[in-house]
């Protein structure tokens, strides 16, 4: 690709400097059915035209009847990108649980994830939240450009009350199961082995608490 084109790129998105120039297609996160398209469409193309890059456009639905709803959306987005016939621009209405699980399915290397600084991504834990952005750089090495559109924040799947409060009781199940056989191991084995089989539970402890994070 011509250099000048890289240092575009470079100068579009300053945080990415470090990263490889072989960005061929944009994966870009469409996280609200209300997001301003004029923006929008400005921002997405003046990161696509000078280089020709592929767009792949991806709303998340959290259930099926939203999907046309997304369709829809995503299509009117599409045609303002595409009105100049500078993009080319595929469209995907993704059913995953999360944002990040649609990434890791959709992310092929060259892509470039773009999304709205907002977005959210929470593990297993209630307290455990970080920026999208940061997630998808630490876990799947994937490079990310986060934009600020107005009305593209974060509105992906909303959690149910059940899934809600199986966050809270699948973990403090694990941790008040596990205390109760640490105090009984205590209790019936005071000595060097009681130790171990302590010791023992609090390893499977964290590996299960991990495993669920």
């Not at 209300?34 to 923006?39: A, G």
Request: with cysteine.
């Amino acid at each position: 690709m011509p250099a000048k084109d890289d240092d575009y790129l470079a100068r579009a998105m300053p945080h990415l400097a470090h990263a490889h120039h072989g960005v061929v297609r944009l994966l870009v996160l469409v996280s609200s059915l209300d997001v301003y398209p004029v923006e929008f469409a400005s921002q997405i193309r003046a990161l696509a035209s000078p280089r020709q890059i592929e767009v792949l456009m991806v709303g998340l639905s959290g259930t099926s009847d939203a999907v046309w709803a997304w369709r829809r959306h995503l299509t009117t987005l599409a045609a303002g990108l595409t009105e100049l016939g500078a993009v080319r621009v595929r469209i995907e209405v993704a059913s995953d649980a999360s944002w990040f699980d649609a990434v890791r399915r959709l992310y092929r290397p060259g892509d470039l994830v773009v999304c709205h600084r907002s977005l959210i991504h929470r593990g297993a834990w209630p307290w455990q939240r970080t920026t999208l952005s940061r997630e998808l750089v630490t876990r799947l090495r994937a490079p990310t450009c986060e934009l600020d559109v107005p009305g593209m924040d974060d509105t992906g799947p909303a959690r149910s009350l059940a899934q809600r409060v199986l966050m809270w009781a699948v973990p403090l199940a694990l941790i008040t199961a596990f205390a109760a056989l640490q105090y009984a191991i205590q209790v019936n084995n005071p000595g060097p082995v009681g130790m171990v089989l302590l010791a023992g539970t609090v390893v499977v402890e964290i590996i299960l608490l991990a495993v669920l994070a």
